[in-house]
């Protein structure tokens, strides 16, 4: 079993709407956790990134850790067709090093 | 502030051949991390780097190798190529402060094993 587990989708939502996304993990030494986005054969860009429990938002994105549920979660509002991408959460014990990721969950906003 | 850069980008090789991918980190980062991805099992850890030393290891076999110079700049060496080993191979730099930012990816190598 993967230390973090993510529907790999697809994910299909109308423009403008808001997009969903969330992980469980099973590590409960997991301090850092992390989004990324990776555009087709790209490599993943930081979107967000929370230390330990809480909420995190930026501009259209939010992102929340729930370490209680070991859940974590992703939110974009006013989705855009340039969203669509595969997002991948992460998580690690320090803020370097091994960081273990979500299979990724691919997202497609049609206009 | 320039990102991490990756040389080179595509790769083709055929098995038993050996290969070397490099990374260079952004400026100030001192670790370096190396991950494959397939889309069989995703992301993967492969070992990470810092002060030239290797700090932590994936699972994956002793193939695998690497190592880090003393700018920071980071090498990944794969042996005795095989099949499987067709991925994209990812490089991450980070500042190593605690709390602080995390990892920060390259655009990746893409190796193809003929």
């Known amino acids: 079993q993967k230390e973090v587990e993510q529907d790999p989708g697809p994910l299909s939502v109308p423009e403008g709407a808001i997009v969903s996304l969330n992980c469980t993990y099973s590590?409960?030494?997991?301090?850092?956790f992390m989004w990324y986005r990776q555009y087709s054969r790209k490599g993943p860009e930081l979107l967000m990134y929370?230390?330990?429990?809480g909420n995190k938002e930026d501009g259209r994105f939010t992102a929340q850790v729930d370490k209680s549920s070991k859940y974590i979660s992703l939110f974009i509002r006013d989705s855009q067709p340039s969203d669509s991408a595969t997002y991948l959460c992460?998580?690690?014990?320090?803020?370097?090093?091994?960081?273990?990721f979500g299979a990724g969950t691919q997202v497609v906003v049609t206009p | 502030k320039a990102g991490v850069t990756q040389t080179p980008r595509y790769l083709i090789k055929t098995r038993g051949q050996q290969v070397t991918l490099s990374c260079s980190p952004i400026?100030?980062?001192?670790?370096v991390s190396w991950y494959q991805q397939t889309p069989g099992q995703g992301l993967q850890f492969l070992f990470e780097?810092?002060?030239?030393?290797?700090?932590n290891k994936g699972n994956f076999p002793g193939r695998f190798s690497g190592r880090q110079f003393s700018n920071s700049r980071s090498e990944m060496n794969v042996s005795t190529l095989e099949l499987g080993d067709s991925a994209l191979y990812l490089c991450?730099?980070?500042?190593?402060?605690?709390?602080?930012?995390?990892?920060?990816f390259g655009p990746g190598t893409r190796l193809l094993v003929l």
């Open positions: 780097y810092f002060s030239e030393t290797q700090r």
């Open positions: 590590n409960s030494a997991f301090q850092y």
């Open positions: 929370t230390y330990s429990s």
């Open positions: 992460a998580s690690s014990t320090d803020s370097w090093g091994k960081l273990q």
């Open positions: 400026s100030g980062h001192r670790s």
């Open positions: 991450a730099s980070s500042p190593t402060t605690r709390g602080g930012e995390t990892q920060y």
